[in-house]
T-cell receptor, first 119, second 116 residues
Framework: AQTVTQSQPEMSVQEAETVTLSCTYDTSESDYYLFWYKQPPSRQMILVIRQEAYKQQNATENRFSVNFQKAAKSFSLKISDSQLGDAAMYFCAYRSARNYGGSQGNLIFGKGTKLSVKP | DAGVTQSPTHLIKTRGQQVTLRCSPKSGHDTVSWYQQALGQGPQFIFQYYEEEERQRGNFPDRFSGHQFPNYSSELNVNALLLGDSALYLC???????????????FGEGSWLTVV
């Protein structure tokens, strides 16, 4: 079974600074996706960034980028120029690329990292 | 374009009772999944419906059951409620398998269930 581990329960960053959130995962599959989701106090999960395992290039979305190390099964999120609105719970998630009778795989989440941004 | 909508937003039930939560997927989506998120934890996968059939199921007891309707909306039913069932229940929608590229999963704002 696949597992996702986030070893940092809480992180803090100064506004405009850079912070990196860590995530490791375990799987025997070769084809999968990795995601970072943001969950603000409103509780709605918002997709921040996604990475396809078959792509070597690290994904980037504006101020958000990832460091994907497939052999090490590591997937960290870097937030540059942190803003007050970045404060939230961040979840790392894994999804298999298998076809489940016409439907795609479910998400497996880590326990999350609470990010605080100091003004 | 309406996103994923869930109802009710909040509800309180007594131990032993039954509850039904509802979800309408994002327009054009045909797959609905349900997740349970206990306080301070990451979401845990309950089950997924596609073409009105349960396609995948997580490690949840049979007290948790679901249904998908022809219009792709879905219900989550929980029988014989326990205090430990208190959680945020998230509905997520997506398209069916789209090949290697995959597609994005969208979440609703959740239904807060408190069991007393």
């Amino acid at each position: 079974a696949q597992t996702v581990t986030q070893s940092q329960p809480e992180m803090s960053v100064q506004e405009a600074e850079t912070v990196t959130l860590s995530c490791t995962y375990d799987t025997s599959e070769s084809d999968y996706y990795l995601f970072w989701y943001k969950q603000p106090p409103s509780r709605q999960m918002i997709l921040v960034i996604r990475q396809e395992a078959y792509k070597q290039q690290n994904a980037t979305e504006n101020r958000f980028s990832v460091n994907f190390q497939k052999a090490a099964k590591s997937f960290s999120l870097k937030i540059s120029d942190s803003q007050l609105g970045d404060a939230a719970m961040y979840f790392c998630a894994y999804r298999s690329a298998r076809n489940y009778g016409g439907s795609q795989g479910n998400l497996i989440f880590g326990k999350g990292t609470k990010l605080s941004v100091k003004p | 374009d309406a996103g994923v909508t869930q109802s009710p937003t909040h509800l309180i039930k007594t131990r032993g009772q039954q509850v039904t939560l509802r979800c309408s997927p994002k327009s054009g989506h045909d797959t609905v999944s349900w997740y349970q998120q206990a306080l301070g934890q990451g979401p845990q996968f309950i089950f997924q419906y596609y073409e009105e059939e349960e396609r995948q199921r997580g490690n949840f007891p049979d007290r948790f059951s679901g249904h998908q309707f022809p219009n792709y909306s879905s219900e989550l039913n929980v029988n014989a409620l326990l205090l430990g069932d208190s959680a945020l229940y998230l509905c997520a929608s997506s398209l069916g398998w789209q090949g290697r590229a995959g597609n994005t999963i969208y979440f609703g704002e959740g239904s807060w269930l408190t069991v007393v």
